[in-house]
């Protein structure tokens, strides 16, 4: 607080923001117990800060913080997926190349998730004291974390240890690697965008592999928005290559679905009492992956599904093009032909498949973490998902056809 008032005092310079004190005072009592008075302080903050480009993170951050306070508490909030700066469309800078930056982060965010569960078995962090984890399930993290990271760090250059005799010491030669090429900038939004509601353990691990999800479903948005123009352009091969890396994106992280199955149930039940309203159910970048893929049926649209995205939905009822509806156009004009076409039919059919397998996991995962309970997007819960699973990604592919 004091730093706050000596910040505000001297210039309230939007480079100068005392970022780290104000998290940590959020992690001593988790974002759904911070003092009144720090709110009432941060909320003052956000009435002089101005609209310009320079005060764009602070403003994001106060978004975020604040949003509680302001009743408008959500996924996007829960997560701070703005101060990842992910994007799923090239940015007016060439050279940003999105497929490096979805690796670079989703390696942060899994080599962070990691290193918490490092400083918490040693002793050395406070940070979210209650219902440690024991010894095994660690363990368990551990390798599984290395596993979900291996593609990307493969990628990047730096083959991962996987299966090590001794998991914690390859946690932190990997982490420490990691720290050592992150720019201050990254570090300090990985720290910024760790904001749990309450002080059990394993909501750290649920934020950071929730995030890395998030990175990648964005990434795939891009692929598949890329093979909507590649097939409008009539490059069936294109196309084609765009839907493997996603599948290959999609793949790859499904360790991450089994890193979240190590989540003590009783920890998640005593969290997610002060995340109601924040659900996936309100995941754009989801959303934009399957609207992108095939244009959803009507009663979806109309349906809490796309309510929950309204930004998303918009966009389809403006008309957004899907694979789909790109294919059949491309099919009419006769754009389509051998051998480009035949890799594309297998790539569709393999992408599809990818992605029932994703809802089939998760189903699977929610159900054993939730049994009969409602989510926390107002569905009625695993009923919901059950009957979403079958939705076809595509109706021009056999969506249960195992990739060969
Ligand atoms: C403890 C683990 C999880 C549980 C219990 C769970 C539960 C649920 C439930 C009940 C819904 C239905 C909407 C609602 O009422 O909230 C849902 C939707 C969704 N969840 Fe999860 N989830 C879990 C993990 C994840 C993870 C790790 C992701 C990755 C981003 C994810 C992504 C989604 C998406 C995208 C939807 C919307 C699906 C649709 O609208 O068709 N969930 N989840």
Same mark, same amino acid.
């Given at each position: 607080?004091?730093?706050?008032?000596?910040?505000?005092?001297?210039?309230?310079?939007?480079?100068?923001?005392?970022?780290?004190?104000?998290?940590?005072?959020?992690?001593?009592?988790?974002?759904?117990?911070?003092?009144?008075?720090?709110?009432? /302080?941060?909320?003052? $903050?956000? &009435?002089?800060?101005?609209? *310009? !480009?320079?005060?764009? +993170? %602070?403003?994001?951050? #106060?978004? =975020?913080?604040?949003?509680?306070?302001?009743?408008?508490?959500?996924?996007?909030?829960?997560?701070?997926?703005?101060?990842?700066?992910?994007?799923?469309?090239?940015?007016?800078?060439?050279?940003?190349?999105?497929?490096?930056?979805?690796?670079?982060?989703?390696?942060?965010?899994?080599?962070?998730?990691?290193?918490?569960?490092?400083?918490?078995?040693?002793?050395?962090?406070?940070?979210?004291?209650?219902?440690?984890?024991?010894?095994?399930?660690?363990?368990?993290?551990?390798?599984?974390?290395?596993?979900?990271?291996?593609?990307?760090?493969?990628?990047?250059?730096?083959?991962?240890?996987?299966?090590?005799?001794?998991?914690?010491?390859?946690?932190?030669? /990997?982490?420490?690697? $990691?720290? &050592?090429?992150?720019?201050? *900038? !990254?570090?300090?939004? +990985? %720290?910024?965008?760790? #904001?749990? =509601?309450?002080?059990?353990?394993?909501?750290?691990?649920?934020?950071?592999?929730?995030?890395?999800?998030?990175?990648?479903?964005?990434?795939?948005?891009?692929e598949v928005r890329a093979t909507v123009d590649a097939l409008t352009d009539g490059h069936a091969a294109v196309a084609a290559?765009r839907l493997?890396?996603?599948?290959?994106?999609?793949?790859?992280?499904?360790?991450?679905?089994?890193?979240?199955?190590?989540?003590?149930?009783?920890?998640?039940?005593?969290?997610?009492?002060?995340?109601?309203?924040?659900?996936?159910?309100?995941?754009?970048?989801?959303?934009?992956?399957?609207?992108l893929c095939?244009s959803?049926?009507?009663?979806?649209?109309?349906?809490?599904?796309? /309510?929950?995205?309204?930004?998303?939905?918009?966009?389809?009822? *403006?008309g957004q093009v899907s694979v789909e509806h790109a294919y059949h156009t491309a099919n009419r004009l006769g754009r389509l032909?051998?051998?480009g076409r035949?890799?594309l039919?297998?790539?569709?059919?393999?992408?599809?498949?990818?992605?029932?397998?994703?809802?089939?996991?998760?189903?699977?995962?929610?159900?054993?973490?939730?049994?009969?309970?409602?989510?926390?997007?107002?569905?009625?819960?695993?009923?919901?998902?059950?009957?979403?699973?079958?939705?076809?990604?595509?109706?021009t592919?056999?969506?249960?056809?195992?990739?060969?």
């Amino acid at each position: 607080m004091r730093e706050l008032l000596s910040w505000l005092s001297v210039g309230a310079d939007p480079d100068a923001f005392p970022y780290e004190t104000v998290v940590a005072e959020l992690h001593r009592t988790g974002k759904h117990f911070i003092a009144d008075d720090l709110l009432v /302080l941060l909320d003052q $903050v956000r &009435a002089v800060t101005p609209q *310009a !480009e320079e005060t764009r +993170l %602070l403003r994001d951050f #106060l978004h =975020v913080v604040l949003d509680k306070r302001d009743g408008r508490f959500d996924y996007q909030s829960y997560l701070g997926l703005s101060l990842l700066r992910l994007h799923d469309e090239p940015t007016d800078d060439d050279r940003v190349d999105l497929r490096r930056l979805h690796d670079r982060l989703f390696v942060h965010l899994i080599a962070d998730a990691l290193a918490f569960e490092l400083a918490a078995e040693s002793g050395a962090t406070q940070l979210l004291p209650l219902q440690r984890p024991e010894p095994a399930r660690v363990a368990k993290r551990y390798r599984l974390g290395l596993r979900a990271m291996s593609a990307a760090l493969a990628r990047q250059g730096r083959p991962a240890v996987l299966d090590p005799t001794e998991p914690a010491a390859a946690v932190a030669a /990997l982490h420490a690697m $990691v720290v &050592a090429d992150q720019s201050p *900038a !990254e570090r300090r939004n +990985l %720290l910024i965008g760790m #904001l749990p =509601v309450y002080l059990v353990h394993d909501e750290y691990l649920f934020i950071r592999v929730l995030q890395a999800y998030e990175t990648t479903f964005t990434m795939l948005a891009a692929e598949v928005r890329a093979t909507v123009d590649a097939l409008t352009d009539g490059h069936a091969a294109v196309a084609a290559d765009r839907l493997a890396y996603g599948r290959e994106l999609l793949t790859a992280a499904a360790p991450l679905f089994s890193l979240l199955a190590t989540m003590q149930p009783e920890s998640f039940r005593t969290f997610r009492v002060y995340t109601e309203g924040a659900s996936a159910i309100q995941s754009r970048s989801y959303k934009l992956v399957e609207s992108l893929c095939r244009s959803p049926d009507e009663p979806r649209l109309s349906s809490a599904a796309y /309510l929950s995205v309204p930004e998303v939905r918009d966009r389809v009822l *403006a008309g957004q093009v899907s694979v789909e509806h790109a294919y059949h156009t491309a099919n009419r004009l006769g754009r389509l032909r051998e051998p480009g076409r035949a890799l594309l039919d297998k790539r569709i059919g393999e992408f599809a498949y990818a992605l029932t397998q994703w809802r089939q996991t998760h189903y699977r995962i929610a159900t054993r973490m939730l049994g009969t309970r409602t989510g926390t997007g107002y569905t009625e819960g695993t009923p919901y998902l059950a009957a979403a699973r079958s939705i076809p990604v595509f109706t021009t592919a056999d969506n249960a056809r195992l990739p060969t």
